[in-house]
């Protein structure tokens, strides 16, 4: 169901909204569910009970579910609503028979089934919703997070200013796990950190003296980008890729491209460095 329903009608209740609804601690009405169902959905999926007092069956579905959710610890969340008091909300789900029970994360529906069901495969179905949304909501009964030694003992060792232990320790992550881009994302601001603090402040005024020296650009763009001025440092590595060519345009360019990966690339600025970086090449 994910996408196919347009739950945003029921952010508001119309005016004069009662609180009718079914009976019970998991009652919503159109007037709670915003809050009850659209807002604590952000944090577990909610599962939403659409039943009738006339129906029997759909009773005894909302009692087991009622049952389960107390089981639950936390996982998952009940909503019973009683569509004859409620019918905007039934009609938002676009429901067609009773009871009708749907999962709610992330303020979108996520799985529904429709009809009394035996209470394995209702179990069944929640331990599915739960699994399907684990870690990707902001609440629930997460397990607390375990730090990884390796990291710790990287992150030691810069404290100490040991950055070729840290970057030691990165790299053995690296050989390890190929595909740790923790690891990775940490050893480039390692080794970027112990090239750009050996440079002398003064090499911004020397790059300035000599725009021809590109080694003395790379300095000065290594140390605008220690200085929090990253648009500056990129602009100038970007303008002596314009006026060089073989080698020095190559190093240039390295360099840029090792700067850029400091950043998240959505970075607006490091999308327009790359645009101009694109018009400077081509």
Do not use: C, H
């Not at 009871?99 to 429709?114: C, K, M, N, S």
């Not at 209702?122 to 629930?140: C, K, M, N, P, T």
């Not at 648009?231 to 060519?245: G, H, N, P, Y």
């Not at 240039?252 to 490091?270: G, I, K, Q, S």
Request: charge should be negative.
């Amino acid at each position: 169901m994910s996408g196919a329903v347009d739950l945003s009608s029921l952010k508001q209740p119309p005016a004069g909204a009662s609180g009718a609804g079914g009976g019970g601690d998991y009652a919503v009405s159109e007037a709670d569910f915003e809050t009850k169902v659209l807002r604590r959905s952000t944090q577990v999926p909610v599962v939403v009970a659409l039943y009738s007092q006339r129906s029997p069956g759909s009773v005894e579905l909302v009692q087991t579910l009622e049952r389960l959710v107390q089981e639950g610890a936390g996982a998952w969340d009940l909503a019973t609503v009683e569509a004859e008091a409620n019918m905007r909300i039934a009609q938002a789900f676009g429901v067609k028979g009773i009871p009708t029970v749907i999962a709610v994360a992330g303020g979108r529906p996520l799985a529904d089934f429709e009809g009394a069901q035996p209470e394995p495969q209702v179990r069944q179905w929640l331990s599915a919703v739960v699994e399907a949304v684990g870690g990707q909501l902001e609440g629930g009964e997460q397990p607390p997070a375990v730090e990884d030694p390796r990291f710790t003992a990287a992150e030691a060792a810069l404290e100490r200013g040991d950055m070729a232990g840290a970057e030691a320790a990165y790299e053995a992550i690296i050989a390890a796990e190929p595909g740790n881009e923790e690891a990775k994302n940490a050893l480039r601001q390692v080794r970027f950190l112990s090239r750009a603090q050996t440079i002398s402040d003064s090499a911004i005024a020397t790059a300035d003296a000599d725009p021809a020296n590109v080694d003395a650009a790379l300095d000065a763009a290594d140390v605008e980008m220690m200085s929090q001025q990253p648009e500056a440092s990129f602009d100038r590595l970007i303008a002596v890729i314009k006026k060089t060519a073989g080698d020095d345009r190559t190093k240039a360019r390295t360099r840029l491209l090792e700067l850029f990966e400091l950043f998240d690339p959505a970075e607006p600025f490091v999308v327009a460095a790359r645009r101009k970086l694109a018009a400077a090449l081509y």
